[in-house]
């Protein structure tokens, strides 16, 4: 993918953790972030659009920021609940498509 | 009730053709980009393509252009998604769900209205 995440984040319960998006000047440095949240054996949800709005229902844990060819997503007062895997999206104006980053596993130990 | 509810998955042989259906209500469907997002056993999430509110606008993914077409039936609130020239790589679970992102369009005031179907699965094998 055009849009690189760490593979992996963990931290402990009430802990904050920040997942990190990298991309580039065609797609993150020009276009919003959003952020999903992909639970095993669910639909994913979505937790952040346009960099950093949240949709309705979304816990206020959850916080999401871009700068220059970067985003990154905070989960604040980390949960157990909260164990899954975290894909930031964006568009990339070169490719004329909707990119997926490559995913990072949050893991509460 | 705020619903996608997918159908139309299933097996079939690389080359072989299928159409996924998207039916959706409770919430006000031409207001909204509409998108198909599939993941692959064992991978992450894969953007297929989008359609603009009106339907006159569409974007594909480089793997799929060519061979699948998204459309929508604003009077029917439905999205569907015919797959032609299928490959084994095309083996995924399949979503639709609202489009967040404006890109490659003018204008889309998106506020925030996330839904998705449960998933359909098209195993495409011989």
């Given at each position: 993918s055009v849009v690189t995440q760490p593979p992996s984040a963990s931290g402990t319960p009430g802990q904050r953790v920040t997942i990190s998006c990298s991309g580039s000047s065609s797609n993150i440095g020009s276009n919003y972030v959003y952020w999903y949240q992909l639970l095993p054996g669910t639909a994913p949800k979505l937790l952040?659009?346009?960099n950093n709005q949240r949709p309705?229902?979304?816990?206020?844990?959850f916080s999401g920021s871009k700068s220059g060819t970067s985003g990154s997503l905070a989960i604040s007062?980390?949960?157990?609940?909260?164990?899954a895997d975290y894909y930031c999206a964006t568009w990339d104006d070169s490719l004329t498509a909707y990119v997926f980053g490559t995913g990072t596993k949050v893991t509460v130990l | 009730q705020v619903q996608l509810v997918e159908s139309g998955g299933g097996l079939v042989n690389p080359g072989g053709s299928l159409r996924l259906s998207c039916a959706a209500s409770?919430?006000?469907?031409?207001?909204y980009y509409m998108s198909w997002i599939r993941q692959a056993p064992g991978k992450g999430l894969e953007w297929v393509s989008y359609v603009s509110a009106s339907g006159v606008t569409t974007y594909y993914a480089d793997s799929v252009k060519g061979r699948f077409t998204i459309s929508r039936d604003n009077g029917k609130n439905s999205l569907s998604l015919q797959m032609n020239s299928?490959?084994?790589?095309?083996?995924a679970v399949y979503y639709c769900a609202t489009h967040p992102d404006g890109g490659g369009t003018t204008y889309y005031n998106y506020d925030g209205m996330d839904v998705w179907g449960q998933g359909t699965t098209v195993t495409v094998s011989s």
């Open positions: 952040i659009y346009n309705s229902g979304v816990p206020d844990r007062g980390l949960r157990s609940e909260d164990e | 409770g919430f006000s469907f031409s207001d299928l490959r084994v790589e095309d083996t």
